[in-house]
């Protein structure tokens, strides 16, 4: 439920208002604008009785909310939300931002010269997988804990904020101690145990769409995080699974508008999952940005043909700065910044 109050409602009245809610173990949110003030019920609100809220001298409009995500919902929280990483602002108006890095890390060399070269051709954060979720069992799963020291020293050697994906509860600790923005991966977006856990964190949290998600089950994924007590969530397309087979993935271009309708959150864009072929990133990228996606994060790899997963969808460093050239182009020409 939405309840705004008139624009020169006292003080203490607004505090009567807040306190009668919370009296009804309804979570208030206020939100504070020029002109008015909001308050976000989130709760059981099947009781409460717009009739009696709006005889309220200081109430302006009564308003239910018929989603079943509230924190999320652009209609509790009007202007965008920006979220910190690691001093990056991502989302709003803010510069657009692109991450790359490997798929996996394979050491720390690997990982601080790719490093270099992401940051060299214009990236603003590092991402790499040290636990990697694989579909074969017998892949290769990532170098686990001395992966997340090899980004460590590639972050020490270049400054740049890293990105790594977080798969169980008991590794929560030392994501929280190393990376700066956890991600959490599509095959994971509706583990409800490992979404709660997330949502105690202090470091933000990267939602990518499950395999076959709709978008409101992504939505209320990052309900979850949200109301456990961590608002920094970004949304993170990675292409679903469709009947096509030409691509590894179908990147649903269309979320970026709708997520920015529905909800208040940032959205970035994965082209290397959702394409799957390293001849493709460079156009759904440039896609996403004129869509208005806030940001990229886009598979780099030296050695693509050695790489030791997903060699054939990652850019060399030399193709992954062509794109951010001109992918600045296009959010200059949207009226937005590349970072």
Same mark, same amino acid.
């Given at each position: 439920?939405? /309840?705004?109050?008139? $624009?020169?409602?006292?003080?203490?009245?607004?505090?009567?208002?807040?306190?009668?809610?919370? +009296?009804?173990?309804?979570?208030?949110?206020? /939100?504070?604008?020029?002109?008015?003030?909001?308050?976000?019920?989130?709760?059981?609100?099947?009781?409460?009785?717009?009739?009696?809220?709006m005889a309220n001298q200081w109430v302006e409009n009564v308003q239910r909310v018929s989603a079943p995500y509230k924190l999320a919902n652009r209609m509790f929280h009007p202007e965008d939300s920006v979220v910190d990483v690691a001093g990056i602002p991502v989302g709003g108006k803010s510069p657009v931002v692109v991450i790359g890095g490997p798929c996996s890390v394979?050491?720390?060399?690997?990982?601080?010269? @790719?490093?270099?070269?992401?940051?060299?051709?214009?990236?603003?954060?590092?991402?790499?997988?040290?636990?990697?979720?694989?579909?074969?069992?017998? !892949?290769?799963?990532?170098?686990?804990?001395?992966? @997340?020291?090899?980004?460590?020293?590639?972050?020490?050697?270049?400054?740049?904020?890293?990105?790594?994906?977080?798969? +169980?509860? #008991?590794k929560i600790d030392e994501f929280e101690e190393n990376v700066d923005l956890v991600q959490i991966g599509a095959r994971n977006m509706q583990n409800f145990d490992l979404l709660k856990?997330?949502?105690?964190?202090?470091?933000? &949290?990267?939602?990518?769409?499950?395999?076959?998600?709709? &978008?409101?089950?992504?939505?209320? !994924?990052?309900?979850?995080?949200?109301?456990?007590?961590?608002?920094?969530?970004?949304?993170?397309?990675?292409?679903?699974?469709?009947?096509?087979?030409?691509?590894?993935?179908?990147? #649903?271009?269309?979320? /970026?508008?709708?997520?920015?309708?529905?909800?208040?959150?940032?959205?970035?864009?994965?082209? !290397?999952?959702?394409?799957?072929?390293?001849?493709?990133?460079?156009?759904? +990228?440039?896609?996403?940005?004129?869509?208005?996606?806030?940001?990229? /994060?886009?598979?780099?790899?030296?050695?693509?043909?050695?790489?030791?997963?997903?060699?054939?969808?990652?850019?060399?460093?030399?193709?992954?700065?062509?794109?951010?050239?001109?992918?600045? $182009?296009?959010?200059?020409?949207?009226?937005?910044?590349?970072?």
């Amino acid at each position: 439920m939405i /309840i705004t109050l008139k $624009k020169n409602a006292p003080e203490e009245e607004v505090k009567k208002i807040r306190e009668h809610f919370e +009296s009804m173990n309804l979570r208030v949110n206020m /939100i504070k604008g020029d002109e008015y003030n909001v308050f976000g019920l989130v709760g059981d609100t099947a009781r409460l009785d717009e009739r009696k809220i709006m005889a309220n001298q200081w109430v302006e409009n009564v308003q239910r909310v018929s989603a079943p995500y509230k924190l999320a919902n652009r209609m509790f929280h009007p202007e965008d939300s920006v979220v910190d990483v690691a001093g990056i602002p991502v989302g709003g108006k803010s510069p657009v931002v692109v991450i790359g890095g490997p798929c996996s890390v394979e050491g720390e060399d690997q990982a601080v010269r @790719i490093a270099k070269e992401v940051k060299e051709a214009g990236g603003c954060m590092l991402r790499g997988g040290a636990y990697k979720p694989r579909t074969s069992p017998y !892949s290769f799963q990532g170098l686990g804990y001395e992966g @997340i020291v090899d980004l460590v020293r590639a972050r020490e050697k270049t400054g740049l904020p890293i990105v790594s994906e977080l798969m +169980s509860v #008991d590794k929560i600790d030392e994501f929280e101690e190393n990376v700066d923005l956890v991600q959490i991966g599509a095959r994971n977006m509706q583990n409800f145990d490992l979404l709660k856990a997330v949502g105690h964190m202090h470091k933000p &949290i990267l939602l990518k769409r499950g395999m076959s998600a709709a &978008i409101e089950d992504w939505i209320m !994924s990052a309900e979850y995080i949200m109301a456990n007590g961590n608002p920094n969530v970004i949304l993170c397309e990675r292409g679903i699974r469709t009947f096509e087979k030409y691509t590894r993935n179908t990147m #649903d271009l269309a979320v /970026i508008p709708i997520i920015k309708e529905k909800t208040h959150l940032p959205i970035i864009i994965d082209p !290397s999952h959702s394409t799957g072929n390293w001849k493709y990133v460079e156009a759904v +990228s440039l896609a996403a940005v004129a869509a208005g996606a806030d940001g990229l /994060i886009i598979e780099v790899h030296d050695h693509p043909d050695e790489a030791w997963s997903d060699g054939a969808q990652s850019l060399k460093p030399e193709k992954f700065a062509q794109l951010i050239e001109k992918a600045r $182009k296009i959010a200059e020409a949207c009226g937005r910044p590349l970072r």
